[in-house]
Protein backbone atom coordinates (compact mmCIF):
# COMPACT_ATOMS: atom_id res chain seq x y z
CA UNK A 1 0.00 0.00 0.00
CA UNK A 2 2.82 2.37 1.13
CA UNK A 3 4.29 1.36 -2.42
CA UNK A 4 1.27 2.72 -4.47
CA UNK A 5 1.22 5.70 -2.47
CA UNK A 6 4.59 6.65 -2.83
CA UNK A 7 4.50 5.76 -6.85
CA UNK A 8 1.32 8.21 -6.92
CA UNK A 9 3.57 10.92 -4.77
CA UNK A 10 6.12 10.85 -7.85
CA UNK A 11 3.48 11.49 -10.68
CA UNK A 12 2.65 14.64 -8.91
CA UNK A 13 3.94 18.39 -9.69
CA UNK A 14 6.23 19.49 -7.35
CA UNK A 15 7.18 23.18 -6.67
CA UNK A 16 9.15 24.36 -9.16
CA UNK A 17 6.89 22.98 -11.98
CA UNK A 18 4.12 24.80 -10.00
CA UNK A 19 6.11 27.72 -9.73
CA UNK A 20 6.39 27.66 -13.52
CA UNK A 21 3.12 26.62 -14.12
CA UNK A 22 1.85 29.95 -12.48
CA UNK A 23 4.49 32.44 -14.18
CA UNK A 24 3.85 30.15 -17.54
CA UNK A 25 -0.29 30.27 -17.27
CA UNK A 26 0.38 34.29 -16.86
CA UNK A 27 2.82 35.06 -18.96
CA UNK A 28 1.60 32.63 -21.74
CA UNK A 29 -0.15 34.99 -23.75
CA UNK A 30 0.01 38.63 -21.91
CA UNK A 31 3.35 39.01 -22.35
CA UNK A 32 3.71 38.47 -25.60
CA UNK A 33 0.45 40.18 -27.12
CA UNK A 34 -0.22 43.01 -25.38
CA UNK A 35 2.35 45.92 -25.62
CA UNK A 36 0.95 46.80 -29.05
CA UNK A 37 -2.66 46.33 -27.82
CA UNK A 38 -1.63 49.14 -24.41
CA UNK A 39 0.50 51.13 -27.49
CA UNK A 40 -3.08 52.76 -28.93
CA UNK A 41 -3.22 53.87 -24.97
CA UNK A 42 0.17 55.44 -24.69
CA UNK A 43 2.95 54.77 -22.62
CA UNK A 44 1.15 55.63 -19.65
CA UNK A 45 0.14 51.76 -19.63
CA UNK A 46 3.53 52.13 -17.36
CA UNK A 47 0.81 52.75 -14.64
CA UNK A 48 -1.63 50.54 -15.21
CA UNK A 49 1.24 47.83 -15.18
CA UNK A 50 1.75 49.01 -11.77
CA UNK A 51 -1.53 49.68 -10.61
CA UNK A 52 -2.42 46.03 -11.36
CA UNK A 53 0.82 44.20 -10.49
CA UNK A 54 -0.26 45.95 -6.77
CA UNK A 55 -3.86 44.22 -7.23
CA UNK A 56 -1.89 41.23 -8.24
CA UNK A 57 -0.02 40.43 -5.67
CA UNK A 58 -2.89 41.13 -3.22
CA UNK A 59 -4.91 38.60 -5.18
CA UNK A 60 -1.55 36.20 -5.02
CA UNK A 61 -1.32 36.37 -1.20
CA UNK A 62 -4.68 35.91 -0.36
CA UNK A 63 -4.60 32.94 -2.49
CA UNK A 64 -1.82 31.72 -0.79
CA UNK A 65 -3.31 31.77 2.42
CA UNK A 66 -6.53 30.41 1.39
CA UNK A 67 -4.34 27.46 0.05
CA UNK A 68 -2.76 27.13 3.01
CA UNK A 69 -5.97 27.62 5.50
CA UNK A 70 -7.68 24.63 3.35
CA UNK A 71 -5.71 23.23 0.38
CA UNK A 72 -8.91 21.60 -1.22
CA UNK A 73 -8.97 20.91 -5.43
CA UNK A 74 -10.69 23.97 -7.12
CA UNK A 75 -9.33 27.02 -6.39
CA UNK A 76 -12.14 29.71 -6.72
CA UNK A 77 -15.33 27.20 -6.37
CA UNK A 78 -13.54 25.46 -3.91
CA UNK A 79 -13.36 28.58 -1.48
CA UNK A 80 -16.38 30.38 -2.66
CA UNK A 81 -18.54 27.02 -1.95
CA UNK A 82 -17.11 26.93 1.82
CA UNK A 83 -17.56 30.53 2.57
CA UNK A 84 -20.91 31.19 0.96
CA UNK A 85 -22.59 27.95 0.61
CA UNK A 86 -23.34 25.57 -2.87
CA UNK A 87 -25.28 27.93 -4.88
CA UNK A 88 -22.36 30.54 -4.67
CA UNK A 89 -20.34 27.43 -5.33
CA UNK A 90 -22.09 26.24 -8.36
CA UNK A 91 -21.92 30.17 -9.95
CA UNK A 92 -18.38 30.36 -9.22
CA UNK A 93 -17.68 27.34 -11.15
CA UNK A 94 -19.92 27.63 -14.14
CA UNK A 95 -18.20 30.83 -14.58
CA UNK A 96 -14.71 30.41 -13.64
CA UNK A 97 -14.89 26.95 -15.56
CA UNK A 98 -16.46 28.80 -19.14
CA UNK A 99 -14.22 31.75 -18.95
CA UNK A 100 -11.06 29.24 -19.00
CA UNK A 101 -13.00 27.55 -21.97
CA UNK A 102 -12.82 30.71 -23.46
CA UNK A 103 -9.80 31.94 -23.04
CA UNK A 104 -8.14 29.00 -23.58
CA UNK A 105 -8.95 29.86 -27.14
CA UNK A 106 -7.00 33.30 -26.96
CA UNK A 107 -3.85 31.41 -26.02
CA UNK A 108 -4.12 28.73 -29.23
CA UNK A 109 -4.70 31.99 -31.45
CA UNK A 110 -1.89 34.20 -29.74
CA UNK A 111 0.87 31.37 -30.24
CA UNK A 112 -0.08 30.14 -33.67
CA UNK A 113 -0.32 34.12 -34.79
CA UNK A 114 3.43 34.51 -33.22
CA UNK A 115 4.17 30.87 -35.80
CA UNK A 116 2.59 33.15 -38.80
CA UNK A 117 6.47 34.19 -38.93
CA UNK A 118 7.56 31.18 -40.19
CA UNK A 119 4.20 29.91 -41.72
CA UNK A 120 2.24 32.93 -43.90
CA UNK A 121 -0.40 30.26 -44.85
CA UNK A 122 -1.37 30.71 -40.86
CA UNK A 123 -2.81 34.17 -42.17
CA UNK A 124 -5.61 32.79 -43.97
CA UNK A 125 -8.42 32.57 -41.10
CA UNK A 126 -9.72 28.45 -41.67
CA UNK A 127 -6.23 27.35 -42.08
CA UNK A 128 -5.66 29.22 -38.40
CA UNK A 129 -8.73 27.65 -37.19
CA UNK A 130 -8.13 24.22 -37.79
CA UNK A 131 -4.37 24.67 -36.81
CA UNK A 132 -5.76 25.83 -32.94
CA UNK A 133 -8.40 22.94 -33.32
CA UNK A 134 -5.06 20.47 -33.46
CA UNK A 135 -3.16 22.33 -30.86
CA UNK A 136 -6.11 22.38 -28.60
CA UNK A 137 -6.37 18.39 -28.87
CA UNK A 138 -3.06 17.84 -28.74
CA UNK A 139 -2.73 19.72 -25.30
CA UNK A 140 -5.70 17.57 -23.85
CA UNK A 141 -3.81 14.53 -25.27
CA UNK A 142 -0.77 15.79 -23.20
CA UNK A 143 -3.38 15.98 -20.15
CA UNK A 144 -4.80 12.40 -20.70
CA UNK A 145 -1.55 11.38 -20.27
CA UNK A 146 -1.10 12.63 -16.38
CA UNK A 147 -0.48 16.04 -14.94
CA UNK A 148 3.70 15.06 -14.64
CA UNK A 149 3.74 15.13 -18.45
CA UNK A 150 1.76 18.35 -17.96
CA UNK A 151 4.47 19.51 -15.45
CA UNK A 152 7.88 19.25 -17.40
CA UNK A 153 5.74 20.56 -20.64
CA UNK A 154 4.80 23.54 -19.28
CA UNK A 155 8.60 23.95 -17.35
CA UNK A 156 10.35 23.77 -20.59
CA UNK A 157 8.45 26.16 -22.13
CA UNK A 158 7.94 28.82 -19.64
CA UNK A 159 11.86 28.42 -19.57
CA UNK A 160 12.00 28.44 -22.67
CA UNK A 161 10.09 31.47 -23.46
CA UNK A 162 11.66 33.20 -20.34
CA UNK A 163 15.09 33.70 -21.88
CA UNK A 164 14.20 36.06 -24.64
CA UNK A 165 11.91 38.14 -22.28
CA UNK A 166 14.41 38.54 -19.43
CA UNK A 167 16.65 39.07 -22.28
CA UNK A 168 14.11 41.99 -23.58
CA UNK A 169 13.60 43.17 -20.22
CA UNK A 170 17.70 43.47 -19.12
CA UNK A 171 19.59 44.04 -22.50
CA UNK A 172 16.91 46.13 -24.86
CA UNK A 173 17.45 49.46 -22.59
CA UNK A 174 20.55 49.63 -24.53
CA UNK A 175 18.56 50.54 -27.75
CA UNK A 176 15.78 52.41 -25.24
CA UNK A 177 14.67 56.01 -26.40
CA UNK A 178 13.81 58.10 -23.26
CA UNK A 179 12.63 60.83 -26.23
CA UNK A 180 10.05 57.50 -28.00
CA UNK A 181 8.80 56.77 -24.52
CA UNK A 182 7.32 60.04 -23.72
CA UNK A 183 6.43 61.44 -26.78
CA UNK A 184 3.28 58.37 -26.83
CA UNK A 185 2.74 59.07 -23.55
CA UNK A 186 -1.11 59.19 -23.73
CA UNK A 187 -2.31 59.19 -27.10
CA UNK A 188 -5.71 57.95 -26.28
CA UNK A 189 -7.39 61.25 -26.57
CA UNK A 190 -8.60 60.78 -22.79
CA UNK A 191 -7.57 62.01 -19.45
CA UNK A 192 -4.98 60.45 -17.68
CA UNK A 193 -6.95 58.77 -15.29
CA UNK A 194 -9.40 57.18 -17.92
CA UNK A 195 -6.23 56.19 -20.31
CA UNK A 196 -5.07 54.32 -16.69
CA UNK A 197 -8.33 52.62 -16.11
CA UNK A 198 -8.53 51.71 -19.46
CA UNK A 199 -5.42 49.14 -19.11
CA UNK A 200 -6.68 46.95 -16.44
CA UNK A 201 -8.71 45.09 -18.12
CA UNK A 202 -5.68 44.09 -20.71
CA UNK A 203 -3.00 44.27 -17.86
CA UNK A 204 -5.11 42.02 -15.85
CA UNK A 205 -5.47 39.62 -18.51
CA UNK A 206 -1.89 39.06 -17.90
CA UNK A 207 -2.24 38.35 -14.46
CA UNK A 208 -5.13 35.73 -15.54
CA UNK A 209 -3.59 32.35 -14.09
CA UNK A 210 -2.49 33.86 -10.33
CA UNK A 211 -4.72 30.96 -8.82
CA UNK A 212 -3.74 27.95 -10.96
CA UNK A 213 -1.58 26.31 -8.36
CA UNK A 214 -4.46 26.64 -5.93
CA UNK A 215 -6.94 25.04 -8.61
CA UNK A 216 -4.09 22.41 -9.34
CA UNK A 217 -3.76 21.71 -5.39
CA UNK A 218 -5.15 18.07 -6.04
CA UNK A 219 -2.17 17.17 -8.20
CA UNK A 220 0.52 18.92 -6.60
CA UNK A 221 3.07 17.81 -3.93
CA UNK A 222 2.30 19.00 0.03
CA UNK A 223 -0.50 21.59 -1.12
CA UNK A 224 -0.15 23.15 2.04
CA UNK A 225 3.35 24.22 1.50
CA UNK A 226 4.04 24.40 -2.08
CA UNK A 227 0.81 26.12 -3.34
CA UNK A 228 1.74 29.55 -1.33
CA UNK A 229 5.37 29.18 -2.47
CA UNK A 230 4.26 28.67 -6.44
CA UNK A 231 1.52 31.51 -5.89
CA UNK A 232 3.64 33.97 -4.27
CA UNK A 233 6.70 33.43 -6.72
CA UNK A 234 4.80 33.26 -9.84
CA UNK A 235 3.38 36.03 -9.38
CA UNK A 236 6.90 38.39 -8.43
CA UNK A 237 8.50 36.41 -11.58
CA UNK A 238 5.84 37.49 -13.91
CA UNK A 239 5.67 41.01 -12.88
CA UNK A 240 9.23 41.53 -13.42
CA UNK A 241 8.89 40.73 -16.55
CA UNK A 242 6.01 42.35 -17.43
CA UNK A 243 6.82 45.91 -16.53
CA UNK A 244 10.35 45.42 -17.59
CA UNK A 245 9.52 44.45 -20.92
CA UNK A 246 6.77 46.33 -22.10
CA UNK A 247 8.33 49.73 -20.48
CA UNK A 248 11.55 48.82 -23.12
CA UNK A 249 9.35 48.10 -26.02
CA UNK A 250 7.54 51.42 -26.25
CA UNK A 251 10.97 52.88 -26.14
CA UNK A 252 12.37 51.24 -28.79
CA UNK A 253 9.71 50.90 -31.49
CA UNK A 254 7.82 54.11 -32.39
CA UNK A 255 4.25 54.20 -31.20
CA UNK A 256 2.58 54.22 -34.31
CA UNK A 257 4.45 51.44 -35.50
CA UNK A 258 4.37 49.19 -32.35
CA UNK A 259 0.28 49.77 -32.76
CA UNK A 260 0.65 48.11 -36.16
CA UNK A 261 2.86 45.32 -35.03
CA UNK A 262 1.51 41.87 -34.62
CA UNK A 263 4.19 40.38 -33.18
CA UNK A 264 6.14 43.47 -30.92
CA UNK A 265 8.90 41.24 -29.24
CA UNK A 266 10.03 40.05 -32.31
CA UNK A 267 10.01 43.12 -33.88
CA UNK A 268 12.09 44.85 -31.29
CA UNK A 269 14.41 42.06 -30.82
CA UNK A 270 14.46 42.55 -34.92
CA UNK A 271 15.21 46.07 -34.18
CA UNK A 272 18.42 45.26 -31.90
CA UNK A 273 20.20 42.57 -33.41
CA UNK A 274 19.04 41.89 -36.62
CA UNK A 275 16.24 39.30 -38.22
CA UNK A 276 17.72 36.14 -36.72
CA UNK A 277 16.94 37.76 -33.45
CA UNK A 278 13.62 38.66 -34.08
CA UNK A 279 12.76 35.28 -35.72
CA UNK A 280 14.12 33.62 -32.76
CA UNK A 281 11.83 35.33 -30.19
CA UNK A 282 9.13 35.05 -32.41
CA UNK A 283 9.55 31.42 -31.69
CA UNK A 284 10.05 31.58 -28.63
CA UNK A 285 6.88 33.48 -28.08
CA UNK A 286 4.93 30.80 -29.82
CA UNK A 287 6.48 28.26 -27.50
CA UNK A 288 5.48 30.11 -24.36
CA UNK A 289 1.96 30.78 -25.81
CA UNK A 290 1.17 27.56 -26.68
CA UNK A 291 2.88 25.65 -23.92
CA UNK A 292 0.70 27.74 -21.46
CA UNK A 293 -2.22 26.18 -23.24
CA UNK A 294 -0.87 22.70 -21.26
CA UNK A 295 -1.55 23.97 -17.94
CA UNK A 296 -4.93 25.98 -18.68
CA UNK A 297 -5.90 22.63 -19.87
CA UNK A 298 -5.26 21.19 -16.39
CA UNK A 299 -6.91 23.77 -14.77
CA UNK A 300 -10.15 23.54 -16.66
CA UNK A 301 -10.27 19.85 -16.01
CA UNK A 302 -9.49 20.11 -12.48
CA UNK A 303 -11.90 23.05 -11.64
CA UNK A 304 -14.93 21.20 -13.62
CA UNK A 305 -13.55 17.98 -11.47
CA UNK A 306 -13.90 19.46 -8.04
CA UNK A 307 -17.51 20.64 -8.57
CA UNK A 308 -18.34 17.34 -9.39
CA UNK A 309 -17.13 15.71 -6.93
CA UNK A 310 -19.51 17.56 -4.86
CA UNK A 311 -22.64 16.90 -6.78
CA UNK A 312 -22.59 20.47 -8.32
CA UNK A 313 -21.54 20.20 -12.15
CA UNK A 314 -22.76 16.56 -14.22
CA UNK A 315 -20.89 13.69 -12.90
CA UNK A 316 -19.42 12.74 -16.42
CA UNK A 317 -16.78 15.80 -15.29
CA UNK A 318 -15.46 13.58 -12.32
CA UNK A 319 -15.18 10.16 -14.23
CA UNK A 320 -11.13 9.67 -14.48
CA UNK A 321 -9.09 7.13 -15.86
CA UNK A 322 -5.75 4.90 -14.29
CA UNK A 323 -3.53 8.45 -13.66
CA UNK A 324 -6.40 10.19 -12.14
CA UNK A 325 -7.17 12.68 -15.16
CA UNK A 326 -10.95 13.46 -15.54
CA UNK A 327 -10.41 12.28 -19.04
CA UNK A 328 -13.86 12.35 -20.28
CA UNK A 329 -14.16 16.09 -19.33
CA UNK A 330 -11.36 17.30 -20.83
CA UNK A 331 -12.52 15.65 -24.13
CA UNK A 332 -16.16 17.55 -23.78
CA UNK A 333 -14.04 20.52 -23.12
CA UNK A 334 -11.91 20.53 -26.34
CA UNK A 335 -15.09 19.72 -28.34
CA UNK A 336 -16.52 22.55 -26.74
CA UNK A 337 -13.06 24.64 -27.90
CA UNK A 338 -13.21 23.65 -31.21
CA UNK A 339 -16.52 24.76 -31.93
CA UNK A 340 -15.80 28.24 -30.08
CA UNK A 341 -12.72 28.17 -32.22
CA UNK A 342 -15.05 28.17 -35.70
CA UNK A 343 -17.39 30.62 -34.31
CA UNK A 344 -15.20 33.24 -33.13
CA UNK A 345 -12.99 32.80 -36.36
CA UNK A 346 -11.87 36.23 -37.86
CA UNK A 347 -9.35 37.98 -40.35
CA UNK A 348 -6.52 38.12 -38.55
CA UNK A 349 -5.25 36.66 -35.52
CA UNK A 350 -5.02 39.91 -33.27
CA UNK A 351 -8.71 41.01 -33.67
CA UNK A 352 -9.97 37.27 -32.53
CA UNK A 353 -7.53 37.30 -29.75
CA UNK A 354 -8.94 40.31 -28.60
CA UNK A 355 -12.29 39.29 -28.53
CA UNK A 356 -11.88 35.98 -26.69
CA UNK A 357 -9.49 37.81 -24.34
CA UNK A 358 -11.53 40.48 -23.12
CA UNK A 359 -14.87 38.03 -22.49
CA UNK A 360 -12.37 35.63 -20.56
CA UNK A 361 -11.07 38.59 -18.61
CA UNK A 362 -14.51 39.79 -17.40
CA UNK A 363 -15.82 36.56 -16.65
CA UNK A 364 -13.49 36.06 -14.34
CA UNK A 365 -13.33 39.05 -12.32
CA UNK A 366 -16.39 37.50 -9.96
CA UNK A 367 -14.47 34.32 -9.04
CA UNK A 368 -11.44 36.62 -7.85
CA UNK A 369 -13.95 38.99 -5.97
CA UNK A 370 -15.80 36.20 -4.17
CA UNK A 371 -12.16 34.31 -3.30
CA UNK A 372 -10.94 37.90 -1.94
CA UNK A 373 -13.85 38.23 0.42
CA UNK A 374 -13.70 34.28 1.14
CA UNK A 375 -10.99 34.31 3.29
CA UNK A 376 -12.21 37.11 5.94
CA UNK A 377 -15.09 34.03 6.44
CA UNK A 378 -12.54 31.12 6.15
CA UNK A 379 -9.64 33.02 7.68
CA UNK A 380 -11.72 33.39 11.11
CA UNK A 381 -10.21 31.95 13.95
CA UNK A 382 -7.31 30.47 12.07
CA UNK A 383 -5.08 32.95 12.04
CA UNK A 384 -3.33 35.30 14.75
CA UNK A 385 -5.13 38.74 14.92
CA UNK A 386 -2.54 40.74 13.16
CA UNK A 387 -2.46 38.25 10.47
CA UNK A 388 -5.94 37.59 9.99
CA UNK A 389 -6.33 41.96 9.61
CA UNK A 390 -3.32 41.98 6.79
CA UNK A 391 -4.89 39.11 5.14
CA UNK A 392 -8.63 40.72 4.96
CA UNK A 393 -7.10 44.32 3.66
CA UNK A 394 -5.45 42.33 0.91
CA UNK A 395 -8.80 40.81 0.04
CA UNK A 396 -10.05 44.07 0.35
CA UNK A 397 -7.09 45.69 -2.09
CA UNK A 398 -7.97 42.54 -4.39
CA UNK A 399 -11.75 43.05 -4.93
CA UNK A 400 -11.24 46.66 -5.40
CA UNK A 401 -8.67 46.12 -8.02
CA UNK A 402 -11.30 43.48 -9.91
CA UNK A 403 -14.37 46.27 -9.46
CA UNK A 404 -12.39 49.32 -10.89
CA UNK A 405 -11.32 46.58 -13.56
CA UNK A 406 -15.03 45.38 -14.02
CA UNK A 407 -16.37 49.21 -14.46
CA UNK A 408 -13.43 49.86 -17.41
CA UNK A 409 -14.65 46.43 -19.20
CA UNK A 410 -16.57 46.65 -22.16
CA UNK A 411 -19.97 47.41 -21.81
CA UNK A 412 -22.19 45.22 -24.17
CA UNK A 413 -19.50 42.44 -23.13
CA UNK A 414 -19.72 42.86 -19.37
CA UNK A 415 -23.75 43.11 -19.66
CA UNK A 416 -23.94 39.49 -21.38
CA UNK A 417 -21.91 38.06 -18.63
CA UNK A 418 -23.50 39.01 -16.03
CA UNK A 419 -26.66 38.23 -17.61
CA UNK A 420 -25.19 34.39 -17.78
CA UNK A 421 -24.27 34.63 -14.27
CA UNK A 422 -27.90 35.67 -12.77
CA UNK A 423 -29.13 32.34 -15.33
CA UNK A 424 -27.14 30.06 -13.51
CA UNK A 425 -29.41 30.26 -11.02
CA UNK A 426 -32.17 27.99 -13.27
CA UNK A 427 -29.49 25.76 -13.74
CA UNK A 428 -28.73 25.24 -10.26
CA UNK A 429 -32.18 23.73 -9.87
CA UNK A 430 -30.39 20.95 -11.55
CA UNK A 431 -27.79 20.75 -9.41
CA UNK A 432 -29.59 20.74 -6.85
CA UNK A 433 -31.44 17.39 -7.58
CA UNK A 434 -28.20 15.62 -8.74
CA UNK A 435 -26.57 16.44 -5.55
CA UNK A 436 -29.71 14.81 -3.77
CA UNK A 437 -29.36 12.00 -5.46
CA UNK A 438 -25.76 11.28 -4.09
CA UNK A 439 -26.32 11.68 -1.08
CA UNK A 440 -29.63 9.23 -1.13
CA UNK A 441 -26.99 7.03 -2.81
CA UNK A 442 -29.16 7.01 -6.33
CA UNK A 443 -25.84 8.57 -8.24
CA UNK A 444 -22.49 7.46 -7.62
CA UNK A 445 -20.51 10.24 -8.06
CA UNK A 446 -17.03 9.37 -10.31
CA UNK A 447 -15.82 5.87 -11.98
CA UNK A 448 -13.56 5.16 -14.38
CA UNK A 449 -13.31 7.11 -17.92
CA UNK A 450 -13.41 4.58 -20.60
CA UNK A 451 -9.88 3.56 -22.75
CA UNK A 452 -10.92 4.86 -26.11
CA UNK A 453 -10.93 8.70 -25.01
CA UNK A 454 -7.49 8.80 -24.75
CA UNK A 455 -7.20 7.32 -28.78
CA UNK A 456 -9.85 9.69 -29.73
CA UNK A 457 -7.64 12.80 -28.31
CA UNK A 458 -5.31 11.26 -30.43
CA UNK A 459 -7.07 10.60 -33.73
CA UNK A 460 -8.92 14.11 -33.44
CA UNK A 461 -5.34 15.66 -33.26
CA UNK A 462 -4.28 13.59 -35.96
CA UNK A 463 -7.37 14.22 -38.19
CA UNK A 464 -7.05 18.33 -37.43
CA UNK A 465 -3.27 18.21 -38.95
CA UNK A 466 -3.85 16.25 -41.89
CA UNK A 467 -7.10 19.38 -42.69
CA UNK A 468 -4.73 22.09 -42.20
CA UNK A 469 -2.11 20.54 -44.17
CA UNK A 470 -4.81 19.91 -46.70
CA UNK A 471 -5.96 23.37 -46.76
CA UNK A 472 -2.60 25.24 -46.49
CA UNK A 473 -1.49 23.96 -50.00
CA UNK A 474 -4.02 26.30 -51.63
CA UNK A 475 -7.23 23.82 -51.04
CA UNK A 476 -9.40 26.81 -49.41
CA UNK A 477 -9.53 28.25 -51.98
CA UNK A 478 -12.61 26.36 -53.21
CA UNK A 479 -14.30 26.46 -50.03
CA UNK A 480 -16.21 30.20 -50.56
CA UNK A 481 -15.48 31.04 -47.18
CA UNK A 482 -16.83 33.79 -45.80
CA UNK A 483 -15.77 34.56 -42.37
CA UNK A 484 -17.67 36.92 -39.19
CA UNK A 485 -15.76 39.97 -39.69
CA UNK A 486 -14.11 42.05 -42.92
CA UNK A 487 -10.55 42.73 -43.12
CA UNK A 488 -9.92 46.65 -42.38
CA UNK A 489 -9.45 47.71 -45.37
CA UNK A 490 -6.25 49.89 -44.11
CA UNK A 491 -4.70 46.68 -43.18
CA UNK A 492 -1.49 46.30 -45.15
CA UNK A 493 -1.49 43.06 -44.45
CA UNK A 494 -3.84 40.19 -43.26
CA UNK A 495 -2.66 39.81 -40.03
CA UNK A 496 -0.28 42.68 -39.22
CA UNK A 497 -3.19 44.76 -37.53
CA UNK A 498 -3.53 45.09 -33.83
CA UNK A 499 -6.50 46.11 -33.74
CA UNK A 500 -7.06 46.67 -29.93
CA UNK A 501 -10.50 46.17 -27.39
CA UNK A 502 -12.69 49.57 -27.41
CA UNK A 503 -13.46 51.42 -24.54
Same mark, same amino acid.
Given at each position: ?226 ? @?? #? ?6 ? =? /? &? *?? %? ?102 ? @?? #? ?6 ? =? /? &? *?? %? ?44 VGSDGEQTRWSLIFVIATIVFYSAAVTR ?69
Amino acid at each position: MSNDITKTETKKMGVVPATLMVAGNMMGSGIFMLPANLSAIGSIALLGWLFTTVGAVALALVFAKLASIDPAAGGPYAYTRKAFGDYMGYQTNMIYWLANVVGNVALAVAGLGYLSHFFPVLQEPIVLAFACIAVIWFFTYANILGPHVVGRMQSFTTIFALVPIFGMAIFGWFWFNPETFSSAWNVSGQSSISAVMATFTFTLWAFIGVESASVSAGVLENPSRNV @PI #ATVGGVVL =A /S &I *AY %ILSSSVIMGMIPNRELISSAAPFADAARVALGDFAGSAVALAAAVGCLGSLAGWTLLTGQSAKAAADDGLFPAIFARVNKRDVPSLGLVIVAVIMSVQVLATMS @PT #ASQQFGKI =A /S &I *AV %IMTLLPYIYSMVSVKVLGYRKMPHGQYTFFVSAGLLGAIYCLIALVGSDGEQTRWSLIFVIATIVFYSAAVTRKRDIEEKHLHVGGISPVWVRYLALAVTITALVVTFYLSVGRQAQLDLHSRSVAPSDAPAPVQKIVPKEQ
